[in-house]
């Protein structure tokens, strides 16, 4: 997995002064509609591969009725979401002195 770049509407400095004052930081629109429409795209086209969602003792639809497909190389846009939330968790270590991993 190579390092993905933030996307260019986070601004970085402003997370981390929220994060540290408050405890949260708010990114409006951070990713682009199109980055929505590709990853929308892509789980439609392996729509067939999700299963449904289950808990500790299998799948008990009352208590969870969603459908799951796990991230991996075969979804490629989806990945990015992975790729760009490590790169994010980088610049928490070091701005925090954490060890997200």
């Not at 770049?5 to 930081?25: R, S, T, V, Y």
């Not at 629109?29 to 392996?46: F, G, I, L």
């Not at 591969?49 to 190389?73: K, M, P, Y």
Request: charged share 15%; with cysteine.
């Amino acid at each position: 997995m190579h390092s993905q770049p933030l996307p260019d509407c986070w601004n970085l400095d402003q997370i981390l002064d929220d994060l540290n004052a408050h405890g949260f930081a708010i990114v409006n629109q951070a990713y682009s509609p199109e980055y929505h429409t590709q990853v929308a795209k892509e789980c439609s086209h392996h729509f067939d591969e999700f299963r449904e969602a289950g808990i500790q003792n299998g799948v008990v639809s009352t208590i969870r009725s969603d459908h799951i497909l796990w991230i991996n190389e075969s979804l490629p846009v989806a990945e990015q979401h992975v790729e760009t939330l490590t790169s994010f968790c980088q610049h928490l270590n070091q701005a925090f002195f954490l060890g997200i991993k």
